[in-house]
Antibody, heavy 118, light 108 residues
Framework: QVQLVESGGGVVQPGRSLRLSCAAS????????MHWVRQAPGKGLEWVTV????????YYADSVKGRSTISRDNSRNTLYLQMNDLRAEDTAVYYC???????????WGQGTTVTVSS | SYELTQPPSVSVSPGQTARITCSTD??????AYWYQQKPGQAPVLVIK???ERPSGIPERFSGSSSGTTVTLTISGVQAEDEADYYC???????????FGGGTKLTVL
């Protein structure tokens, strides 16, 4: 079945870096754009970034622009999010999600938790 | 910046109809999408392109659009429908996605 599994979350000190991964299975990964969406504790969903199916285009929310990099390895069916200079406000559950028609997200992973704290 | 506005909460009794709105001042209006999120779970798409119901979503879920407001309607609400609901759209470029603040649906 179609599945997305995130990993790489944890507790990290402010200013440090973290790389999240999202392993895809059950569909042709290289045919789909992919998103990262995050949710701070007790808060709503926040779109973070998207990457085109072939990695040719990447777009970021202002809140992470310049500090985060989305990438993918289509040979490994894996999506990544490299986050640098982490701040307390980056504390959230990070979900990867499959893009459909460059319009919406139709499949979501279960999320990985990032906590930025000293 | 592009914003979507939802009521923070909606309460209904079982069997009644729940309506959750999502509005924006931005034009032209992009399509809207609705996601259901239960505690500790990932979001699930329940309505796409304003009015379309994905396969596997119960018929009691429907969407509508009027002007710059879209509405998620749940007819014959069941206890299992209690969840947070988020609308999602995009800015005028279509690239940058935006979520509404979310609406907590309580089934009394």
């Amino acid at each position: 079945q179609v599945q997305l599994v995130e990993s790489g979350g944890g507790v990290v000190q402010p200013g440090r870096s973290l790389r999240l991964s999202c392993a895809a299975s059950g569909f042709t990964f290289r045919n789909h754009g992919m998103h990262w969406v995050r949710q701070a504790p007790g808060k709503g969903l926040e779109w973070v970034t998207v990457i085109w199916y072939d990695g040719s285009n990447k777009y970021y929310a202002d809140s992470v622009k310049g500090r985060s990099t989305i990438s993918r390895d289509n040979s490994r069916n894996t999506l990544y999010l490299q986050m640098n200079d982490l701040r307390a406000e980056d504390t959230a559950v990070y979900y990867c999600a499959r893009d459909r028609e460059a319009l919406y997200m139709d499949v979501w992973g279960q999320g990985t938790t990032v906590t930025v704290s000293s | 910046s592009y914003e979507l506005t939802q009521p923070p909460s909606v309460s209904v009794s079982p069997g009644q109809t729940a309506r959750i709105t999502c509005s924006t001042d931005a034009l032209p209006k992009q399509y809207a999408y609705w996601y259901q999120q239960k505690p500790g779970q990932a979001p699930v798409l329940v309505i796409k392109k304003d009015i379309e119901r994905p396969s596997g979503i119960p018929e009691r879920f429907s969407g509508s659009s009027s002007g710059t407001t879209v509405t998620l309607t749940i007819s014959g609400v069941q206890a299992e429908d209690e969840a947070d609901y988020y609308c999602q759209s995009a800015d005028s470029s279509g690239i940058y996605k935006v979520f509404g603040g979310g609406t907590k649906l309580t089934v009394l």
